[in-house]
């Protein structure tokens, strides 16, 4: 399976080759913890999650790796406005680090609920201060830096690649003034690697520097983390669009006064989820989160089912019609496979695939490489799910193969199946088993669930643990 992934960088589609072979480092820019995330946050989380279940299907060892932005985030990404977490704590009456604790909880909750693979490094901001001022030492000692008003900043105007990404020209950025830029800067586009006091009094979280005690800008966690972890140089970086202009930008350009080095060779970035009303926005208020989706009856994975249905580099238009259109589109697919493990009568695992089901799983693979062509592929599920010429059995192995990626727990769905047709006493001493278990798992009594486990096997019982409980089939 060979990946063609479209690179922002350059603006084309680019055949994917791994600095090292067979290995793949990634790195996704994670949430600002001072909210929930609203659901068009969680589309570049779902993104990021099919990227990486796409490598991996691909073969190769990758390690996703995303931070936390716990510190330093101001409402502009531009440096102006006040700290996104300062602001959400004094709101709420809490610490800085209850609210970061609470939402970074709910954020994880919320990605799981969706079928997104935990990140392999999961990395705050809070906890690589070290880090950061080490990288921001080296980006001063190259001599890309000023200090004004007590910041030390960027100075573009040293980076003569400065906004690339962005295909801005540095003209442009020199001209384009804006009003309420901080009267420190040189030039508007410079941006601030280390504050002190002059930015805000009052601020609650603050480490001694070099620079004077302050904390850090927000760019600079993204290149010290992810250095940390994959290296001066790796392969790739994934956001959404929005970050591209100044985020992303400023990311390289200190990244690279650091090193010297190219520091990422693919980035990725996902179109937006936008409203009939426009842009939604965590700082604006009035967002919808994946909690008033199942509050309005929808299953998360209706959600999932949304999102792949768009390909990741066009705009998506949220409407609750389109949602219910996913959710029924999913409840359809459920039952297909609930009727193919029917038909195939139990879990057919070691099944050999004929020429018919290969084809579709192949078609597969080459719309995901194509740029994660995720309609396409859903598409490709739906085609071998409705070919009758295909016999069941070999139908869901290869679905299942599929939802490897797409994440829609087709496994058990139609594990439900087998569940429905058992004996229902059979049924019942299994459920009153997994129960138990579930009791004792949740009163941290390890040795009394792997016995019950130990039981409900000898009953010729497999037992699979989900994010939403446990499913049995036979074995
Ligand atoms: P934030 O927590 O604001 O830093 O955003 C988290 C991620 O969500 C970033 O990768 C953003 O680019 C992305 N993002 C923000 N709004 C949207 C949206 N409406 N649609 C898709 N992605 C978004
Ligand atoms: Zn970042």
Redesign the pocket.
Known sequence: MQLSLFNSLGRKLETFAPLVPGKVGFY??????YNF?????????VTHDILSRTLRRAGYAATYVMNV?DVG?LTGDDDSGDDKMVKSAAERGQSVLEIARYYTDAFFADTERLNVRKPDVVCKATEHIGDMIALIERIEANGFTYSAGGNLYFDITKFPSYGELANLNMDDLKAGARIDVDPNKRNPHDFVLWFTKSKFENQALVWDSPWGRGYPGWHIECSAMSMKYLGESFDIH??????IPIHHTNEIAQSEAATGKKWVRYWI??????LDRG?????KGGFLTLQTLVDAGYDPLDYRYFLLGGHYRSQ?QFSYPALDGAKNARRSLADRVRALAKAAGGAQAAVPLGDKARGYLAAFDEHLSQDLNTPRALADLWGLLKDTEVPPAEALRAAFDMDGVLGFDLEKEAGGAAQEDEDPAFAAEIDALVAERAAAKKARDFAKADALRDTIKAKGIALEDGPSGTTWRRA
Request: glycine share 14%; net charge positive; charged share 15%.
């Open positions: 996704g820019c994670g949430p600002t913890v995330a609203h659901i068009g946050n969680l589309r570049a989380y932005t985030h994934a956001g959404g669009i929005d970050h970035h996902n179109e937006f989820l936008v842009k939604m926005s965590k700082s998506l």
